[in-house]
């Protein structure tokens, strides 16, 4: 019997058909297999990448309560007995690097380096007797308590031969937080024949001013003979130094004589009197000096002792002050007794090392019109100032009254590198002082109390005393 011949259903070759071109297919693409998770898998867009940029980690840049990242070069372990004082950084804010501005000189950004890096030691000069060394201890400990290494620096107080020896004692006994302390004195009383000559006139009520030792800062390369070659910070002993000095011990000076901080809310022609200065030509040194002249003050100097020489200006100072108290020449100016030569004399002769390096007036208890002016273009006056203002009422200085502004108000404060306290109202003749923010005053009872009493910036909307910036540095007895 003939066998049965199977044949396969159509549906069935259709099923094998089809079956063989999906695996066909897929052979034909199968990198489609391996990007499959790519296709279909939801991914979160990546983070921008990491900024970094050489940026400086100041107060001013970091955030209130963030780490420093910058290298610190502070020794890790200090004294025992060194003071527990905070540093006042939080109320006085660093900013840049001594900054150009005038036809005087440019200081350069290069000219600056990190302190941390710089081993280079620096002399710090005072003139003082031992009536004022509550001022020498507050200069000293301020300059040491902000240093990066306080052991690079030297401190020397020029002062009379009865007050040296005994001044250089008491200050050791006092600052025992800082053993390493370089610490000496040069008796000024050979000098006093030749400074004797310059003090006199009328251009000043305030007595201390008339003194030798107020010429002393003129002297420097002659009563420091070992920085005959090198460079000498003079500081009056009224300032406080609330950052690290290093940085001016390798400032280009670009060969001036000296580098001091212009301070252009005030004109020389406020205190000098131009026209008669014209009108000596002849018999004057060479002078840059116009009214529109930016004020420089003398209280904070970086002195070049070889430049000095060179250009003359102790020579001049002294000429400048002979002409001014000669009959029928002078008055050559309106106020001051040290500080209107050496403006004239150093004219064109120096650096400017930033307004930072010398916010002055702390000691003053009213503040012109003019000047709140001067800020406020400039964009750095606070409106809330303006509360704690009113024409000064109560206890003015001679012809202040109805005109002057009071207290005075200091809005470079929170910037600044060196506070200075000239004028009569030192902080060591009143009160002790804290730090704490004060609030704007209520009543006339509290205006008059607080008229006199200077304000320095601590932030936005934020005004301290500055007389507390100075007691917290003041070491115990």
């Not at 001679?398 to 200091?410: D, E, Q, R």
């Not at 005004?463 to 007895?477: D, S, T, V």
Request: charged letters at 25%; a positive charge; aromatic letters at 6%.
């Amino acid at each position: 019997m003939a066998r049965k011949r199977r044949c396969w259903s159509p549906p069935w070759i259709l099923l094998g058909a089809s079956l063989c071109s999906v695996v066909l297919w897929l052979l034909l693409h199968r990198e489609l297999l391996g990007a499959s998770d790519s296709i279909f898998e939801v991914k979160e867009p990546a983070p921008p990448p990491l900024e970094l940029r050489a940026t400086s980690l100041s107060a001013t840049s970091a955030p209130r309560g963030s780490p420093s990242l910058a290298p610190k070069s502070r020794p890790t372990t200090p004294p025992k007995s060194r003071p527990t004082t905070p540093s006042p950084a939080t109320a006085v804010r660093e900013v840049s690097a001594p900054h150009v501005s005038g036809a005087s000189g440019t200081a350069t950004d290069s000219a600056a380096p990190n302190s941390a890096k710089s081993a280079k030691s620096l002399t710090v000069a005072l003139a003082a007797e031992l009536k004022q060394l509550e001022g020498v201890l507050v200069v000293i400990n301020s300059a040491m308590s902000n240093a990066a290494d306080p052991s690079s620096l030297k401190f020397r107080i020029i002062s009379s031969g009865e007050d040296a020896e005994p001044l250089v004692a008491k200050v050791k006994s006092r600052l025992p937080a800082w053993p390493m302390l370089d610490i000496g004195a040069v008796d000024f009383d050979p000098w006093n024949p030749r400074v004797g000559k310059l003090l006199g006139g009328k251009s000043s009520s305030r007595k201390e001013l008339f003194d030798a030792l107020n010429f002393a800062a003129f002297y420097l390369h002659e009563a420091l003979p070992d920085l005959a070659n090198g460079r000498v910070l003079y500081l009056d002993t009224d300032v406080v130094v609330v950052s690290d000095l290093a940085p001016l011990a390798s400032l280009d000076l670009q060969g001036h004589a000296a580098g001091a901080a212009e301070d252009c809310s005030q004109r020389v022609g406020k205190y000098i009197d131009v026209d008669r200065l014209k009108a000596l030509q002849s018999e004057l040194p060479a002078h840059q000096v116009s009214k529109k002249s930016c004020v420089v003050n003398r209280g904070v100097v970086l002195v070049d002792c070889a430049a000095w020489k060179k250009h003359q200006v102790t020579e001049s100072i002294e000429q400048l002050v002979k002409l001014h108290l000669t009959k029928g020449k002078g008055p050559l100016w309106r106020a001051g007794v040290s500080q209107p030569p050496f403006l004239i004399a150093l004219a064109g002769k120096y650096l400017d090392l930033g307004a930072e390096y010398n916010v002055r007036g702390l000691g003053r208890g009213d503040i012109a019109p003019e000047e709140v002016d001067f800020y406020k273009k400039r964009k750095r006056w606070d409106p809330y100032y303006d509360k704690f203002l009113r024409k000064c009422k109560f206890h003015c200085c001679p012809g202040c009254k109805g005109w002057a502004l009071s207290p005075y108000v200091s809005a470079l404060a929170q910037q600044a590198k060196i506070l200075h306290f000239n004028g009569r109202l030192k902080p060591s003749h009143a009160a002790k002082r804290g730090t704490e923010p004060v609030l704007p005053p209520t009543s006339e009872e509290d205006r008059s109390v607080r008229e006199q009493r200077p304000l320095c910036s601590c932030g936005h909307q934020c005004l301290q005393e500055c007389a507390g910036i100075w007691w917290k540095y003041l070491p115990p007895e």
